[in-house]
Each structure stands twice: as C-alpha cells, then as structure tokens.
C-alpha cells in the first residue's frame, strides 16, 4: 500500500486533456515538492515536473503540474501517442523520513 | 551531460551481501544528493535510500523502512563514486536498482536524473 493514492489507469483520445490525481497526507504534500515521472516500460524513469509546478527544459508545455492540500495533479493536455506510459508521483514524507512514491497511474491513448 | 552508470548487480543467495556501485558524471557530484530506487519486476518504483550533501561538508543517510539496519548507502567524492552495501539479501529484494542524482544537496530533493539500473534477483 503506497502512502501516495493513484488511480491505476487513466486513458484519453489524441487532442485530448488527461488529468492524473495523486493524493498524500498532511506529513507529505503541504510541505514539500511533488515531483512527477514518466516511465515507458523497459526504460528508466525521467523527470516530468519538479518543485511541484516546474517543468525541465526539453518537457513539453503540454505537462502541467499542481498542487492543493494533501493532493497533487499532472494534466497533459493534447495527448498524444508518445505519452503512453505510466506516470509516478514521488515527495518527501517529514514523518517517515524518506522519499515516497505513488503506485503508478499507466496511461493508455486510444 | 549527467551519466549515472550502475554495476554490480547479479543473481545472490537469500541471507548473502552484494555491492551495488554507481559512476556519476557530467554533474558537480558533491553538490548533491543521490539516492538508489528500486523496482521489482512489473511493480512500481520504491525508494531505497538517500545519502545528502551540506555546506557543511556533513552528508546524512536516509532509508526505507523495508531495508533500514540491512542496507548501508554511501558515496566517494573523490571519484564520483555512489554504493549500496547490501546485507541479509531476501527474495523479496530482487528488482532492478536505479542510481538516482537528487535534484538538491539535501533531503526533500527527490530525483531528477535516473541511470539505467541494474538487476539483482536473490534466488535460492
């Protein structure tokens, strides 16, 4: 069991919007940076947002990061063929004292 | 460019030790934090452990609950060295260990920069 909620599976129409939840508690979002990262199976995962809202150079404006309370989100918006992977949410946790990840959402683009 | 090279992963006995090594380039190393993540076969990514960096030259290990007082992580400076010493190795350890540059010297600095892991499976 994750100490970060995602849903399992999340799924859009090329052109579309998707939004991607992730949901934490009080000793973990409020505080600190969400990070989020795309993994294509059989790769090693690579940053999509960090410090909650930013994005590294060379990630697309499409991927938007936020947070609010205990709960983050990652939108994209027009999805496309290429973002068919699964998607990690990842933030320190001030009581457990260490990184935590969500469970991963895969995202399928119909 | 940021090169992370993992080595020394393999297959290993429950109850037996494997040192899991990780060459850092492209990056001024002392000045972050890095982390192994793990990932069991077809299962999510769980962080392992975290070794920081202050300005006061003191770094500070941090660990997941599941490897806290079996795996010890630590770093070479001087030639860009990052380890994880693992000990009473369990099935339940096999999956592929990434070495992770932290995107900041301290703690709440998760990664920005993954390599491209290597596989421990312990198997009897």
């Known amino acids: 069991q994750s100490v970060l909620t995602q849903p399992p599976s999340a799924s859009g129409t090329p052109g579309q919007s998707v939004t991607i939840s992730c949901s934490g508690g009080?000793?973990?979002?409020?505080?600190?940076?969400v990070y989020w990262y795309k993994q294509v199976p059989g790769t090693a995962p690579q940053l999509l947002i960090y410090?909650?809202?930013k994005r590294p150079s060379g990630v697309p404006d499409r991927f938007s990061g936020s947070k609010s309370g205990t709960s983050a989100s990652l939108a994209i918006s027009g999805v496309r063929s290429e973002d068919e992977a699964i998607y990690y949410c990842?933030?320190?946790?001030?009581?457990?004292?260490?990184?935590?990840f969500g469970g991963g959402t895969k995202l399928t683009v119909l | 460019q940021v090169q992370l090279v993992e080595s020394g992963g393999g297959v290993v006995q429950p109850g037996r030790s494997l040192r899991l090594s990780c060459a850092a380039s492209?990056?001024?190393?002392?000045?972050?934090?890095m982390n192994w993540v793990r990932q069991p076969p077809g299962k999510g990514l769980e962080w392992v452990a975290l070794?920081?960096?202050?300005?006061?030259?003191?770094?500070?290990?941090f660990y997941g609950d599941s490897v806290r007082g079996r795996f010890t992580i630590s770093r070479d400076n001087n030639n860009n060295r990052l380890f994880l010493q693992m000990n009473s190795l369990r099935v339940d350890d096999t999956a592929m260990y990434y070495c992770?540059?932290?995107?900041?010297?301290?703690?709440?600095?998760?990664?920005?920069?993954w390599g491209q892991g290597t596989l421990v499976a312990v198997s009897s």
């Open positions: 990842g933030v320190w946790d001030d009581s457990l004292r260490g990184s935590v």
């Open positions: 070794i920081s960096y202050h300005d006061d030259d003191q770094s500070y290990q």
């Open positions: 992770a540059k932290g995107s900041g010297g301290g703690s709440g600095y998760l990664p920005d920069f």
């Open positions: 410090n909650s809202n």
């Open positions: 492209g990056f001024t190393f002392n000045d972050y934090g």
């Open positions: 009080n000793a973990n979002i409020p505080d600190n940076y």
